[in-house]
């Protein structure tokens, strides 16, 4: 479905040419253009002139956000750079007005009027959503050496007296700046993150927080995301009087968050009957919960964004509507499992959090802003014991869960959320708290493969993994995600790629999805294997198949943190070497440990077997870029140890 | 809004129908039909056992009865076998221009015990897309309730488009899940013949007068148990292994449509105007032709005068699209003038020039290997076929050129545009003929790498290749809108994609905007561990631009025909130093393979100089003899052959420390 929209707006933006309607550029634009820059490393696109948003806050509770943008196109593939983009929310914003310019690199100029912009949703997914973007892509007219720069002016009437300011993207940027006009009587705090505390200069009423000359921010694998390395502000405005309040503290945040979600409680009849339905079999508390837990997370996920400007983004619909529609989003199922367990006399919480990088939310800045996912806290007894339990000062023992997420079944939760800091909204008693974090032991692939080697080379033998907890998770969302045949070409892709004409025989799935594990056994042969050499050695690499991680570090240089996650790794591979042959030579068993993991690797010849075996586990660790070297060397010897091959020679 | 826009957005909704997926003659949706015990009781699908869903019937009626609007009504009934099978069918966006509109939407689940949960309008969804100035695409979405394994999903919804034709039509037959049976009523417009063309379709079928008093005027072709359709790598285009159908009025007009003679009479018509050449051109003709000393020398002095001396304004990236629209030349002689135009003016200033120079020049019609193997002997539509090139005869023989692509040299042309069925066309009518391949030795890399080898496994030095024919064309086309230092760097990260543990530095690339030239990389490599090393011994494997290669086919299954883009050659000459301390202990080459067919070859030649260096050279060709396409059963053989190939190439030799 969603190719003919791309294609409908790749067509309109070539095929659209309104009339000029002229070509002035303001004064502004002009001194941005103006700008000596520093010299860049080439690889930088563009440079920033100016990020600039000006915020008033209306004593109607509106706020009137003008946005005045510039930016150098530094490489002639960095076209893309000229676009201006303004988001905005139907029922409660609006794009006041849209204004675009370039300045060439040659020196002609040209406006973008209102007959150049493109007003389209901003998810082409999701069918119930008021967000919307007014667009003006100049990227045609761009070129090295351009500037361009928009305007954009909006009305909206904020959730919040709360916002954020992220003074930089990739880009380097010459000069950033966030400024807030409020009423009398109103004062403005802020909150800085990823970077020395920046303080406002304040003239009146008006707040102007400003940095200049900011460095790129390359991406690199393995990197916190650019939210966590861009300089950002968070900012509260209130009134002095304490009319319009502000959140002060994370309870204050629950009340906020409870006050919504609790009165959609509803357990209604049917309710009630799939609760039990659902647990008819269930002797546990845990067997009650997994029951509701996998029911919730199998309903079909319908992002659903109506209302948001009156706070409905947060707001869960009725949980006996979703139970009777048989769809929902994250708020929603969290919220249906909220009554199911209620039927049940099992008391739980909504979990608000930030999905996509689990260092994102700070403590220190109480707001409902910093979350974008919703999950679920139950209370559980002693009885229950899973790795994902937090034991909370006021509210017991709760087991955390993803109901979203339908690949991490109870007992276990997305890696992307563990160790977040996350609001568990429970009124007066709830507040921020930071999730469970599995242990490395609860996260692994074991794999143990059993080959016979043949005089000619050739090998045949069985595969059997088991993973557990998030490893698991990735194979289980393969196998559900793929048809049975793309599954195989999947597998015999992985087989290929260690093993030249190597085809799975028979491929046996187990998805133990309650236990949070899957067990994948697979039957393969590889014709000529191992090389034949003057038809008295045979040559062959132990490692047959790789190790399902393919982080590998060539730059040589680092600038951001890495990012390493837990995760175990043993590997047991036993080969019946051919008769008339022994091993005249094998590698030396190797030895890695690091502050962050260890590694190691073991060769055994005995009994006209070869045994070879190689383990790591890696600890959830953050690696500074100035030790960066250490985690190059390590990934660059495990690849070079598992290049190395075992010489067998004829007696 | 413009005439291009309207055009776009009928493009948009034609192509958007081929994804969307409905009977009735009012506003509302017609009655539900019964759903069968047996339809609930399935647990299995029947067409193909691993489907995630199936569809029990899908109807799709074309109504042309009326001059003004084309309507399409859909009534699809689907069993939900798996929850991949719900994904697919758990929204719906229902896309529509100003001239389109949707009604009668209505979809309804039923579970297996028989409860039924009804689409409710309240559900339904009118999203505005996108919207430029007045012009707004919208759709019509909506989420389904209760959908789960097991469930029978029905929907049903009508699509009125204004001001079109049934005539023209491409009928899907095959869709991405298997059909039980799959129709397609239409009623043709009063007094018109409406004809048929089938395209890979099992078995007979053909529109038949549909029975019943509700299909009065109706004619229904059915194709029953169709598989879905699946895409596998190295297929040939889609139109040519999917079940379709194209439908067509029979022509009344003086040129007929339906028939190649038609396009080829109606283009052959207007071929004077089009190569018309005044004084300015003959006399350039004139000047650029007397200094050739053979035909072929005229032709390629005309050649590069319209390619470098004329400003192609459809590949400067420099140009705004104002400035583009500027220059519009309606003449070869405007293009003359003003020393620039787009592709199709420098086209046709080419033509015109050679004409008046006095050689016989045609325009091509072609088909395009991307999106169809073009067949004249087949049913004519204007869709089969695009603008190719121009034939000019030389030395008694036609002879294709492009000079309004500049990335093409004199007499290349694109790999989907080589080897294809062409019609000829030129003042007193039209040929059929096929366009030039250039068979594996004009689509040539020779690979050359010099290098060091230490006895820890690092290997050091410089490789050149150089890129000939198709390579070049692929690259210079990839790479035309590209500042140098992108070239430089996808080339760098091509060779890191295939050994990422190697450095590549000072990266150099020449004759990139020289068509007649190789397109030639140079870079300094250097690979730790690229020979493993044990105790005592050093493995190498010679063939460095083969390293890390992943093999071409891993899948054990196949389906469609296998298809290759052209024939390829390649020629690497490596030559290794090795390290002191270390002596050959095993240096056999690996052995040559090929096929009985001459289609392949791989060849290897392993010799030691002094003891020291080490050469390797190997050569290989794919495609001799125009052989790219493979029927299905002949899948096996050419993968083992691939396999025997990497495996050639993966090859390694042995290096023993001396005592």
């Known amino acids: 479905m969603k190719s003919w929209i791309i294609v409908s707006i790749f067509t309109l933006l070539l095929c659209v040419f309104p009339v000029l309607a002229g070509n002035d550029v303001p004064d502004w634009l002009r001194q941005d253009a103006a700008i000596t820059v520093p010299t860049y490393e080439k690889n930088v696109p563009g440079v920033v002139l100016r990020n600039d948003q000006t915020v008033e806050y209306t004593s109607d509770g509106k706020i009137i956000v003008t946005t005045t943008y510039a930016v150098r196109i530094l490489l002639h593939e960095a076209k893309d750079l000229a676009v201006a983009t303004a988001v905005y929310l139907v029922s409660s914003g609006k794009i006041k007005e849209i204004n675009a310019w370039i300045i060439s690199g040659n020196g002609v100029n040209k406006k973008y009027d209102k007959d150049y912009i493109i007003d ?74 990823n970077h020395a505390d920046i303080q406002p200069q304040i003239s009146g009423n008006t707040y102007s927080w400003e940095l200049r000359n900011l460095s790129p921010i390359p991406l690199e694998k393995a990197s916190p995301s650019i939210r966590n390395l861009a300089p950002r502000i968070a900012v509260n405005y209130f009134a002095e009087n304490g009319s319009t309040p502000v959140y002060k503290d994370w309870t204050a945040v629950s009340r906020w968050g409870s006050s919504l979600h609790d009165s959609q409680v509803i357990v209604d009849d049917a309710v009630a009957a799939k609760a039990r339905e659902l647990t008819a079999n269930a002797t546990t508390e845990l067997e009650k919960i997994r029951a509701v837990g996998t029911f919730v997370q199998n309903l079909q996920y319908i992002s659903i964004d109506i209302g948001v400007g009156y706070g409905n983004g947060y707001k869960p619909r009725p949980s006996n509507l979703v139970l009777n529609r048989g769809y929902g989003d994250c708020k929603d199922k969290a919220n249906l499992m909220r009554a199911l367990l209620r039927v049940l006399k099992i008391e739980s919480y909504p979990i608000f959090i930030y999905s996509g990088d689990a260092t994102y939310t700070r403590e220190e800045w109480a707001s409902p802003s910093q979350f974008n996912h919703c999950i679920i806290a139950v209370k559980v007894s002693d009885e229950t014991k899973t790795a994902t339990i937090l034991n909370h000062p006021k509210l017991g023992r709760l087991l955390i869960f993803d109901a979203t997420d339908s690949y991490t079944p109870v007992g276990d939760l997305p890696e992307y959320l563990q160790g977040s800091f996350a609001l568990i909204s429970a009124g007066d008693a709830g507040g921020l708290s930071k999730m469970p974090i599995t242990p490395p032991e609860a996260n692994g692939l074991d794999r143990k493969i059993e080959v016979n080697l043949l005089a000619t080379g050739a090998i045949s033998g069985i595969i059997r993994e088991k993973t557990i907890g998030q490893a698991s998770t990735a194979f289980r969302g393969q196998y559900r995600v793929m048809k049975t045949a793309e599954y195989q070409q999947m597998i015999d892709s992985w087989l290929t790629y260690g093993a030249t004409s190597a085809k799975s025989t028979k491929i046996t799935a187990t998805d133990l999805n309650a236990e949070a594990k899957f067990n994948l056994d697979i039957e393969f042969s590889a014709a000529n294997y191992a090389q034949l050499m003057q038809n008295r050695l045979l040559v062959f690499k132990p490692v047959i198949v790789g190790r399902r991680e393919s982080v590998r570090f060539s730059e040589a240089t680092r600038k951001n943190p890495i990012l390493i996650d837990a995760e175990t790794f043993t590997e047991t591979v036993i080969f019946t070497l051919p008769q008339g042959f022994t091993v005249d030579e094998m590698p030396d068993a190797v030895k890695l440990e690091t502050a962050f993991g260890k590694y190691s690797t073991s060769y055994e010849a005995k009994d006209g077997k070869l045994i070879f075996t190689r383990s790591y586990r890696l600890n959830q660790t953050t690696v500074l870029p100035e030790n960066y070297k250490s985690v190059k060397d390590f990934y660059a010897k495990m690849s070079e140890v598992e290049q190395s091959p075992v010489v067998l020679v004829k007696k | 809004m413009n005439l291009s826009v309207k055009r776009t957005f009928l493009f948009i909704w034609l192509i958007s129908s081929v994804f969307t997926v409905t009977l009735f003659a009012g506003d509302d949706p017609l009655p539900w039909r019964p759903v069968s015990p047996a339809e609930l009781a399935m647990k299995t699908p029947t067409v193909e056992p691993d489907a995630d869903a199936e569809a029990i019937f899908w109807e799709v009626r074309l109504d042309d009865k009326k001059e003004d609007k084309l309507t399409f009504t859909n009534y699809v009934r689907v069993k939900i076998f798996t929850e991949r099978g719900r994904e697919r069918f758990a929204k719906f966006d229902l896309p529509f221009t100003k001239d389109v509109k949707i009604e009668g939407i209505a979809a309804r689940v039923t579970k297996a015990d028989g409860t039924v949960l009804e689409l409710q309008p309240s559900d339904i969804f009118e999203r505005e897309i996108v919207k430029v100035d007045k012009v707004k695409l919208k759709a019509k979405s909506f989420a389904v309730a209760g959908i789960e394994p097991g469930v029978i999903f029905e929907y049903q919804y009508r699509e009125v488009r204004k001001n079109d034709s049934a005539g023209g039509e491409r009928l899907i037959f095959q869709k991405d899940i298997p059909i039980q049976k799959m129709s397609y009523y239409v009623r043709p417009y009063g007094g018109r013949t409406l004809r048929q063309n089938s395209f890979n379709m099992s078995g007979d079928v053909t529109f038949d007068k549909a029975q019943g008093d509700e299909n009065k005027g109706f004619y229904v072709a059915t194709m029953t148990n169709v598989k879905a359709f699946k895409e596998e790598p190295r297929m040939p285009p889609i139109n040519f292994v999917r079940s379709w159908m194209l439908l067509y009025y029979e022509s009344f007009n003086s040129f007929n449509f339906s028939i190649w003679s038609g396009y080829a009479n109606a283009i052959s018509f207007g071929f004077k105007e089009i190569v018309k050449a005044n004084d300015d051109v003959k006399k350039t003709a004139q000047m650029l032709t007397a200094g050739g000393a053979t035909t072929e020398d005229k032709v390629r002095n005309i050649y590069n005068f319209v390619q470098k001396d004329i400003k192609n304004i459809t590949f400067d990236s420099t140009m705004t699209d104002e400035a583009r629209r500027k220059v519009e030349n309606k003449k070869p002689s405007d293009t003359l003038k003003k020393r620039m135009g787009d592709s199709g003016d420098i086209e046709r200033l080419f033509a015109s020039l050679v004409s008046a120079a006095g050689f016989e020049a045609r325009i091509v019609l072609s088909g395009d290997s991307r999106e169809f193997f073009f067949n004249p002997n087949q049913q004519a539509h204007s869709s089969f076929v695009h603008l190719c090139c121009t034939a000019v005869k030389i030395d008694g023989k036609f002879r294709y050129f492009n000079p309004g692509t500049p990335f093409l040299g004199f007499g290349q042309l694109t790999w989907y545009e080589e080897g294809v069925s062409a019609i000829l066309i030129g003042e007193n009518g039209y040929d059929l003929n096929g366009t030039t391949f250039n068979d594996q030795d004009k689509n040539n ?96 494997q010679p063939g460095f631009f083969e390293y890390g290669n992943k093999a071409i086919f891993s899948d054990s299954k196949r389906v469609h025909q296998i298809f290759f883009k052209h024939p390829w050659s390649e020629d690497d000459d490596v030559q290794i130093e090795l390290p002191p301390n270390f002596a050959l202990d095993s240096a056999d080459a690996p052995a040559n393979n090929g096929d009985d067919g001459n289609i392949s070859s791989q060849k290897f030649k392993l010799t030691v100089e002094k003891g020291t260096t080490l050469q390797y050279k190997r050569t290989f060709y794919f495609g001799n003899g125009g052989r790219i396409l493979f029927p299905a059963n002949a899948y096996p053989a050419l993968k083992g052959l691939f396999d025997k190939f990497q495996q050639a190439d993966s090859h390694t030799i042995t290096l023993k420390q001396k005592v």
């Open chain 2, 445 to 540: 890399a020779k690979r050359t790498g010099k290098f060091k080898l230490t006895e820890d496994g690092t290997l050091e030095g410089n490789i050149t290749i150089e890129y000939a024919g198709q390579n070049a064309i692929r690259r210079r086309q990839a790479g035309y809108d590209d500042s140098e230092q992108k070239r430089l760097d996808d080339f760098k990260a091509e060779m890191q994609d295939q050994m990422s543990t190697a450095e590549f530095a000072d990266v150099t690339l020449e004759n990139f905007a020289d068509n007649s030239k190789p397109l030639i990389y140079a870079c300094k490599v250097r690979v730790v561990n690229y020979a493993q090393k044990t105790g005592k011994r050093l493995f190498l």
């Open chain 1, 120 to 193: 389209q949703v901003t998810d082409i997914d999701d069918i119930y959503n008021e967000y919307r973007m007014k667009i003006i892509d100049a990227s045609r007219d761009a070129d090295t050496g351009s500037v361009f720069g928009y305007q954009v002016i909006s009305e909206e009437r904020p959730l919040f007296t709360q916002d954020i300011w992220t003074f930089q993207g990739t880009l380097p940027t010459i000069n950033s700046r966030y400024s807030l006009s409020l009423p009398k009587g109103w004062k403005a705090t802020n909150t800085t993150f």
